[in-house]
């Protein structure tokens, strides 16, 4: 027992291990029960499971609640909200991938799933070099602070940019040093077939090992936004985690619906610019104002506002609007 009490990243090791084991329970469940078998995944099936998630990742505020206070919680869901709209860009980027290498729908979800369990390591690795930078460098908020501001006004005038696929330097690395199918063999991410030119048998990695290195890529790419972001709302790297998890896991259930009516929010990056740059200018403020930190609860009260705002006007606006249309 005292094993468990035992300080890990400021928190008891016991809720480190809480959280990890609900989260390796809901990824066994959603694929061990939900999806044991290979399916295409509709709009409805896709909105329950992601209101399941959301649900979760909701309640979880309840348990940082009694043991870390009403302060914690407000940043905790603040984190939360800011982490699963700056993931909408991920949306547009993997259904790029999913369609550059022709994945069924049937496999998507798959790919999915054991990319979660590679964000579940690679956000913890960043997260822990952060909160461990930050604690001994306080300054480097500052820093976060600038690189978030500086991409929130680049992000508000850049021009829409069109994404090709076959000019990813990931992707070109990869296809250079490995073997890779023409085709898919099922949902296999490797298999073992002749080479062909000596007619042994090798292993081959198939289409849909390379859509899930190429996504695990790009989310180490968005993370470098918004793994920053969160620290600039609180430096406690269990908030930090949990909720950099919970939004992930949610949004990446919400992709099968939201990938059909992406187009409905083209003006959603200018509420995610404001939100930026708001997030990174509060440490400013704060210092200007003579605060300690930045009220939490104000920060969840305008981060929402400015999304509802932003949801509100993209779906004014493109109302009746085609796919791939503004």
Same mark, same amino acid.
Request: net charge neutral; no cysteine.
């Given at each position: 027992?005292?094993?468990?009490?035992?300080?890990?990243?400021?928190?008891?090791?016991?809720?480190?291990?809480?959280?990890?084991?609900?989260?390796?329970? /809901?990824?066994?469940?959603?694929?061990?029960?939900?999806?044991?078998?290979?399916?295409?995944?509709?709009?409805?099936?896709?909105?329950?499971?992601?209101?399941?998630?959301?649900?979760?990742?909701?309640?979880?505020?309840?348990?940082?609640?009694?043991?870390?206070?009403?302060?914690?919680?407000?940043?905790?869901?603040?984190?939360?909200?800011?982490?699963?709209?700056?993931?909408?860009?991920?949306?547009?980027?993997?259904?790029?991938?999913?369609?550059?290498?022709?994945?069924?729908?049937?496999?998507?979800?798959?790919?999915?799933?054991?990319?979660?369990?590679?964000?579940?390591?690679?956000?913890?690795?960043?997260?822990?070099?952060?909160?461990?930078?930050?604690?001994?460098?306080?300054?480097?908020?500052?820093?976060?602070?600038?690189?978030?501001?500086?991409?929130?006004?680049?992000?508000?005038?850049?021009?829409?940019?069109?994404?090709?696929?076959?000019?990813?330097?990931?992707?070109?690395?990869?296809?250079?040093?490995?073997?890779?199918?023409?085709?898919?063999?099922?949902?296999?991410?490797?298999?073992?077939?002749?080479?062909?030119a000596t007619g042994t048998l090798v292993r081959w990695a198939t289409?849909?090992? /390379?859509?899930?290195?190429?996504?695990?890529?790009?989310?180490?790419?968005?993370?470098?936004?918004?793994?920053?972001?969160?620290?600039?709302?609180?430096?406690?790297?269990?908030?930090?985690?949990?909720?950099?998890?919970?939004?992930?896991?949610?949004?990446?259930?919400?992709?099968?619906?939201?990938?059909?009516?992406?187009?409905?929010?083209?003006?959603?990056?200018?509420?995610?610019?404001?939100?930026?740059?708001?997030?990174?200018?509060?440490?400013?403020?704060?210092?200007?104002?003579?605060?300690?930190?930045?009220?939490?609860?104000?920060?969840?009260?305008?981060?929402?506002?400015?999304?509802?705002?932003?949801?509100?006007?993209? /779906?004014?606006?493109?109302?009746?609007?085609?796919?791939?249309?503004?």
């Open positions: 027992m005292e094993l468990l009490l035992i300080a890990f990243l400021g928190k008891p090791l016991w809720m480190w291990l809480l959280f990890i084991g609900l989260v390796v329970a /809901l990824l066994v469940f959603d694929l061990g029960v939900l999806n044991k078998d290979d399916h295409e995944i509709g709009i409805a099936e896709s909105l329950r499971l992601s209101a399941m998630y959301i649900t979760l990742g909701l309640a979880f505020s309840g348990f940082i609640y009694w043991q870390m206070g009403g302060e914690a919680t407000a940043q905790y869901l603040t984190a939360f909200i800011v982490e699963k709209t700056l993931a909408m860009d991920n949306i547009f980027v993997i259904a790029l991938i999913f369609g550059f290498f022709a994945i069924p729908r049937e496999y998507q979800h798959r790919v999915l799933f054991w990319g979660i369990l590679g964000v579940i390591v690679l956000r913890g690795i960043m997260i822990g070099l952060g909160a461990t930078i930050v604690e001994n460098y306080h300054w480097v908020l500052y820093l976060f602070a600038a690189f978030l501001i500086f991409t929130g006004v680049k992000m508000l005038f850049a021009k829409e940019e069109s994404h090709d696929m076959a000019d990813n330097r990931a992707l070109a690395w990869l296809r250079r040093r490995i073997r890779v199918t023409d085709q898919l063999h099922g949902h296999a991410f490797t298999v073992r077939i002749p080479d062909p289409p849909l090992l /390379l859509a899930l290195i190429v996504i695990e890529v790009a989310d180490l790419v968005f993370a470098v936004d918004s793994v920053p972001a969160v620290f600039t709302i609180t430096t406690d790297p269990y908030i930090v985690y949990t909720s950099n998890i919970f939004a992930i896991l949610g949004l990446r259930a919400l992709y099968f619906a939201l990938a059909a009516i992406l187009h409905r929010f083209a003006y959603l990056k200018y509420a995610l610019s404001i939100l930026l740059i708001f997030i990174g200018s509060k440490i400013f403020i704060a210092d200007a104002m003579g605060w300690a930190k930045f009220p939490p609860a104000w920060s969840l009260g305008i981060t929402f506002v400015i999304l509802t705002i932003g949801v509100f006007v993209s /779906l004014s606006k493109t109302r009746g609007a085609a796919p791939g249309a503004p």
